[in-house]
């Protein structure tokens, strides 16, 4: 990892402001770019100044300040005066026109580009990252936007419902321990909160330009659903680590018990499913990402796995994985099933009931998989039971 201090122009107060921001390493500082570090940098310590931004610029380009092109001069000053004249807080109208008062009035409006290209263009220019038309991507429960080379992540207020900061906080230090621990995950670029008609958190990261694993893997040929599995093993060896402390913790247990998803499955399942989860070991517990469905794994043309979307992220054992990865991502089908169980089949489906019953969302999954294969419902833990060992004979 490249020093700061041993970057041209980079000497130890500007290398502590820089920490101060998040950019620790000049491989950070590259990748962000000398406008982006500049504007975090003005955020924080609004002394900063034009010389500054040619410092940086340099150290980006391996030049002294002083020896920059009289046009980057210009472009940079450009910039530097636009951070300037921002206008200051509650003198212009919000730049989100929408009302939002409950998570119906979100649902309405989550995935509007027009409601949403004012606060995102403002978020980029805060940032020092260059601005595109917005292009909606796979929706969740936030709003999520292309911009360029850029995706954009932008929480529901507190007034849908739930306070967003510790989804927030969670998703944005995942995403920065899955870049340390190999993960193939897009870049980070920008993290922040803006005060507009309502308090916004928002993330900001490269755009990966692959496809949705879900609707890739049903078209895959053989050899590439093979290859597929053995990258998902690779990526879960290095994503299932210890990180405790990395967030804070979660009651699963509790939380399984009391779901109201349960709600949804017969009362015999249900009261199953409850106790099942009771005698469950949670020890190891490790960093998983909680959500591994067909939207959340991205496949490039080359049949190279992206994961993103960190948002229910937590501490838990690992087998909690194995929930949307068999019901959701693999669809339950036989071969994705064979190649990823192993040899012990039968353990490996005890593994996927216990996580079914600890997942906050194994209700809907178990719910939900006799449905799409035209079964009827289940009634017991045994009938989910014997539709998986089905698939292995």
Not at 288 to 304: Q, R, S, W, Y
Not at 313 to 342: D, K, N, S, T
């Amino acid at each position: 990892m490249e020093k700061l201090t041993s970057m041209e122009n980079i000497g130890q107060e500007m290398s502590e402001k820089l920490a101060a921001i998040g950019i620790d390493s000049g491989e950070n500082l590259k990748a962000l770019g000398a406008e982006a570090a500049f504007a975090k940098l003005k955020a924080r310590y609004p002394q900063v100044c034009l010389v500054h931004l040619y410092a940086l610029e340099g150290a980006v380009c391996h030049l002294p300040f002083d020896s920059l092109s009289e046009s980057r001069k210009k472009e940079l000053k450009a910039f530097s005066d636009s951070l300037k004249n921002q206008d200051k807080p509650g003198e212009k109208a919000p730049l989100f026109q929408e009302t939002v008062k409950n998570w119906e009035d979100w649902g309405r409006v989550f995935q509007s580009k027009e409601a949403f290209a004012p606060l995102a263009r403002e978020i980029f220019r805060r940032e020092g990252l260059p601005f595109a038309p917005l292009t909606g991507l796979t929706p969740g429960t936030n709003g999520v936007f292309r911009s360029g080379p850029y995706a954009v992540k932008i929480f529901f207020p507190k007034e849908a419902g739930p306070d967003p900061r510790p989804d927030f906080e969670n998703e944005a230090a995942v995403c920065g321990r899955l870049a340390q621990q190999g993960v193939p995950t897009p870049a980070l670029v920008a993290q922040g909160v803006i005060e507009d008609a309502y308090t916004f958190y928002y993330l900001v990261t490269r755009f990966f330009p692959g496809k949705e694993a879900g609707p890739w893997l049903a078209s895959a040929s053989s050899k590439e659903q093979e290859a597929f599995v053995g990258q998902l093993k690779s990526l879960l060896a290095k994503l299932n680590q210890p990180a405790e402390g990395l967030i804070p913790p979660v009651d699963l247990l509790k939380r399984a018990v009391e779901n109201p998803r349960l709600q949804a499955l017969p009362p015999n399942l249900r009261e199953e499913m409850a106790q099942r989860a009771k005698g469950l070991n949670l020890r190891p517990s490790v960093l998983v990402h909680g959500d591994l469905t067909g939207e959340n794994l991205l496949v490039d043309a080359e049949g190279k796995l992206t994961l993103i979307d960190c948002a229910d992220a937590c501490l838990a054992p690992a087998f909690y994985e194995l929930a949307p990865i068999v019901f959701e991502l693999f669809q339950c089908r036989e071969r994705l099933l064979r190649l990823f169980a192993g040899e012990d089949k039968e353990n490996f489906v005890e593994q996927v009931l216990d996580a079914v019953c600890l997942h906050d969302f194994g209700a809907h999954m178990l719910r939900d998989a006799p449905l799409r294969e035209d079964l009827p419902p289940f009634e017991s833990l045994m009938d989910a039971r014997r539709f998986l060992l089905e698939k292995f004979r």
